[in-house]
């Protein structure tokens, strides 16, 4: 009785039914060493973010610009009449502190910057610098007759005020005017940041502000301020003026223009590239003058724009990509091993159908560390190679038939070559994995068409 049980348990064992139940087990198996190169990818992602922040902490932060803006100090004074047994009526001044802040009528921004790319180790982050014009005008006269009955300013205090990212990208400035004078600037922006981009707004941040020598009510004045600047991996404007126009220009190849408004015209090529932006007043939320009563966030970020120093291929979001389809590129060596199996009628044990499917799990790993020292396609025909030519050899060894082990080779070099079209069709990826997957599917149904599926156990 025992030994009839022994005998139709290693029969069981023989047959398709448990070979397609192991598989199954060696796939869900194969996740946990999948699972700790994806958190060995997402680990090498961060450690590279923090060498590029080190690099640019030292040398510039993004570049974030907000005017020039008008600053100028104002008392609001209302009365208050109260009433008490012992005082009777009285009347109370209460005087209110608040800003006065106007935008240009007029504002032209350009940039001309050139790139390089400084290294921390194996890691990499894009820097610019160059020079950062801007000019204008101003028309105080809407703004001081909005002012209501009982609000007083300043003038002769006035500030021109432009707020920045940070202080260190600011290396001199070049020259800077207004109307016949010349201005003195200071660091910072006197908590006028215009914006909480990226975290970088707080009190007494980064920028510059000027007294104005004077500043005439009823007259236009113009302005020219041109600083040298730099930074690393993206510019964002603030068009806070009427009419706001930007050009940028680089010898960067690969921009991406992001934030609320793309260019009007832009030119792209191997030499760099050029943008213009022409934006009206009308077109954002950004009030022309507004009285300021607290040192309160603007919240004026959805208005910003630019360009980001883009790299054409960011190595780690296409490791984390590959990771991410590894599980469907596992099960393809496993059909195809298992259907030469049934083919040659030649059986073989689980522990080769393991050690292949590590190998194939091996070739992210072997991406992940190619692609930090050599160019990602080097990196992913080196891996892929290697693995292709690994497992070819292994099924040869395996099988009786030396031809038809040479369909592992054909099937893995597929299967990475629709990979790799996966990884570069951003916009198509979705729909070539769908397909490719349909494919692999309608091919081992009729492969295995008429195969009798019991016919094994039942030997």
């Keep these: 009785m025992d030994k009839a049980k022994k005998s139709s348990f290693k029969e069981f064992t023989r047959g398709y039914t448990f070979k397609v139940l192991l598989l199954a087990a060696l796939v869900l198996l194969l996740l946990i060493p999948l699972g700790m190169i994806r958190s060995l990818v997402n680990e090498r992602g961060r450690t590279a973010g923090e060498a590029e922040s080190d690099i640019m902490e030292a040398w510039g932060r993004e570049l974030i610009a907000a005017g020039p803006v008008i600053t100028i100090p104002g008392v609001k004074t209302e009365e208050f009449i109260t009433r008490s047994e012992k005082e009777g009526e009285r009347a109370e001044l209460v005087k209110t502190p608040f800003t006065l802040v106007i935008s240009p009528k007029k504002l032209d921004i ?27 005008s101003f028309d105080p006269a809407p703004a001081i007759a909005g002012l209501l009955p009982g ?19 600011i290396r001199r400035i070049n020259a800077s005017s207004w109307g016949r004078d010349e201005l003195f600037f200071q660091p910072g922006n006197k908590g006028h940041s215009l914006f909480s981009y990226g975290g970088y707004r707080r009190s007494g941040g980064g920028g510059i502000n000027a007294a104005l020598p004077r500043l005439e009510a009823d007259k236009e004045t113009d302005f020219a301020i041109s600083l040298e600047i730099q930074g690393g991996q993206l510019i964002r404007v603030l068009p806070v003026a009427q009419d706001t126009h930007v050009s940028i220009a680089s010898d960067w190849p690969s921009p991406s223009f992001q934030g609320a408004f793309l260019p009007n015209e832009s030119a792209v090529g191997d030499a760099g590239f050029s943008a213009a932006w022409d934006i009206s007043y009308l077109s954002r939320d950004i009030p022309l003058f507004l009285k300021k009563y607290d040192t309160g966030e603007y919240g004026y970020d959805g208005s910003l724009f630019g360009v980001n120093f883009f790299r054409g291929i960011d190595t780690y979001a296409l490791n984390t990509r590959a990771v991410k389809y590894a599980v469907l590129f596992l099960i393809v060596p496993f ?34 560390s190619l692609s930090e020292q050599i160019p990602f396609y080097a990196a992913y025909l080196a891996a892929a190679l290697a693995v292709t030519i690994l497992l070819t050899l292994y099924s040869r060894s395996l099988l009786p038939s030396k031809n038809k082990s040479w369909y592992m080779g054909l099937v893995v070099t597929v299967s990475y070559v629709l990979l790799y079209a996966v990884l570069n069709a951003e916009s198509y990826a979705l729909l070539i994995g769908s397909v490719g997957t349909f494919l692999i599917i309608a091919l081992v149904m009729f492969l295995t068409r008429r195969l009798e599926w019991y016919s094994h156990e039942e030997e």
């Design 110 to 136: 350009s940039g001309v910057f050139k790139t390089e790319v400084r290294r921390r180790g194996i890691f990499s982050v894009p820097l610019f610098s160059g020079t950062l014009t801007l000019r204008g």
């Design 151 to 169: 609000e007083t300013i300043a003038a002769g205090q006035a500030e021109l005020v432009i707020a920045l990212s940070g202080q260190k990208g």
């Design 335 to 368: 059909l195809t091993l298992f259907l030469l199996e049934i083919f040659t009628k030649h059986p073989i044990h689980p522990v080769p159908y393991l050690l292949s499917g590590i190998g194939n799990a091996v070739f992210y790993l072997l991406l992940l």
